[in-house]
Structure formats: structure tokens, C-alpha cells
């Protein structure tokens, strides 16, 4: 059985390029349908296009409910079974998350609860504290809230500047996302 994901981007992509790396490395059969953003200019799009996945630009510019249909309308076109978000920086209503309940999947640059929201590196750097991390989850009603899937820490290094504790970060995020999305790919398709 096949799973069938869809991919929201905002940027340049680097968690999408990474899932779509460990899929065609372990041979998953998982398949990227689309890759979409809210952006025309996201980087991500050309780096999704060179690896032959289709991609498409959402209509947020007209709002958000816009923005949404779109993701819906490419939803139904590709049959997908879950969806991806990946530095995806816009929020998703309650509507929408309710009609596809544990459908989609988010990550987040911080040890959730811990700095939500769009400044999750900078918010945990300013705070002082030693570790930070990444999370993995289920995206519920709620900004950066839902089950958590997984977690990794991060530990702040006394030489690490901000730029070199987000390239760790990064590089966390792109293992975790995978090991995350193959586990519960595991547990829908033992449910279907």
C-alpha cells in the first residue's frame, strides 16, 4: 500500500528535500503527490519541480479561506492521505483541521510546549536556557499544539551562536521528520 502525501512549504524547502531524499533512498512507499505553497517565490517550488513533483502556488493572496480551498481542491485532486507541513508559516483553521483529523503533520524548530509560534529558535535563544529542540505533531485547532509524535533536544554549545545552533536544529529536523512520518505512516496503515 502506497501512502500519498501532500507538502506545504512557505520557503526554501529544506524539510521537504529531505523527506523526499529518505523516501527515494529507503525505497518508502510513500509518494509525494505535490508540493505547494503560499508563496510564488519559495525556493522550495523550483528544488520540488527539479525532483519531478508536481507543485502549485495557494491562492492566499485573496485570504485565507482562498488559500485553504486550494489546499482542499489539491487534496481531493490527489487522493492524498496526509498532509505535510514544512516551514509551512501560515496557520490553518479549525474548519479545515477538523474535516482531516489526524491527517495532518507539522514540525516545529523548539521542545513544544515550549516557543510556539513563527519565532521558535529566536524565542528559545533570547530565553537563555541550555536545550531546546524539535517536535513533531499532530495538527489539532490550535497553533503549534496537538499530540506530540516526537521529540529530539537540542543542547545549547557555550561556543554556539544563534546561526550555529539553527544549522543544528535544521539538521535535526530533517532526520526527525522522516523517522516521525514513517512511524505514523506505520500506525494509519495498521488502523486501515
Known sequence: MTIKIGILISGRG?????????????NAPVQVCFVASDKASAAGLETAKSKGIATAVLPYKQGRAAGEAGIERLWQEYGIDLLVLAGFMRLITGDFVSRHEGRILNIHPAMLPK??????????????????????????????????????????????????????????????????????????????
Open 14 to 26: 529544506t524539510n521537504m528535500d529531505a523527506i523526499v531524499e529518505h523516501i527515494r533512498s529507503e
Open 115 to 192: 516557543f510556539p509560534g513563527a519565532h521558535g529558535i529566536e524565542d528559545f535563544w533570547k530565553s537563555g536556557e541550555s536545550s531546546s529542540g524539535v517536535t513533531v505533531h499532530v495538527v489539532d485547532a490550535e497553533m503549534d499544539h496537538g499530540p506530540i509524535l516526537m521529540q529530539r533536544e537540542v543542547v545549547r554549545e557555550p561556543d554556539d551562536t544563534i546561526e550555529t545552533f539553527e544549522a543544528k536544529i535544521h539538521k535535526v529536523e530533517h532526520q526527525l521528520y522522516w523517522q516521525a512520518l514513517k512511524a505514523y505512516i506505520s500506525t494509519i496503515t495498521q488502523e486501515a
